[in-house]
């Protein structure tokens, strides 16, 4: 039996997950985005180095666990990030008044 991997087993898909995201934005976008490189080159294949380690020692039950906490984060942030950037936009926009023209 492998060794216990705990609150550590998420990691791998955490970097995992983040790569592929950085690659659908800046696809869907067409451009560039700040963290790119980073996750192409390093955080993917590091991340999946390790689940296939994972995979070898301990299963598929941390897999899945480690995957699922994983899309559950990222997920969390999105809905971080577009609560702050829809508050962003409506104190930004000017404020409507009615005028009273004829």
Same mark, same amino acid.
Request: glycine share 8%; proline share 9%.
């Given at each position: 039996?492998?060794? =216990?991997?705990?609150?550590?087993?998420? /990691? %791998?898909?955490?970097? !995992? +997950?983040?790569?592929?995201?950085? #690659? !659908?934005? $800046? &696809? =869907?976008?067409?451009?560039?985005?700040?963290? @790119?490189?980073?996750? !192409?080159? #390093?955080? @993917?294949?590091?991340? +999946?180095?390790?689940?296939?380690?994972?995979?070898?020692?301990?299963? #598929? *039950?941390?897999? @899945?666990?480690?995957?699922?906490?994983?899309? @559950?984060?990222?997920? &969390?942030?999105? &809905? !971080? +990030? /577009? *609560? =702050?950037?829809?508050?962003?936009? *409506?104190? $930004? &926009?000017? *404020?409507?008044?009615?005028?009273?023209? %004829?």
């Amino acid at each position: 039996m492998g060794t =216990r991997l705990g609150p550590g087993c998420p /990691a %791998p898909y955490v970097m !995992v +997950v983040n790569a592929l995201a950085h #690659l !659908v934005t $800046s &696809a =869907r976008l067409g451009k560039y985005n700040p963290g @790119l490189v980073t996750s !192409v080159f #390093l955080f @993917l294949p590091l991340g +999946v180095a390790t689940i296939w380690i994972i995979g070898w020692t301990e299963g #598929l *039950a941390p897999q @899945l666990v480690g995957a699922v906490l994983a899309i @559950l984060l990222h997920l &969390a942030i999105i &809905a !971080v +990030v /577009a *609560a =702050r950037y829809r508050s962003l936009v *409506a104190a $930004s &926009a000017p *404020a409507t008044c009615p005028t009273d023209q %004829p």
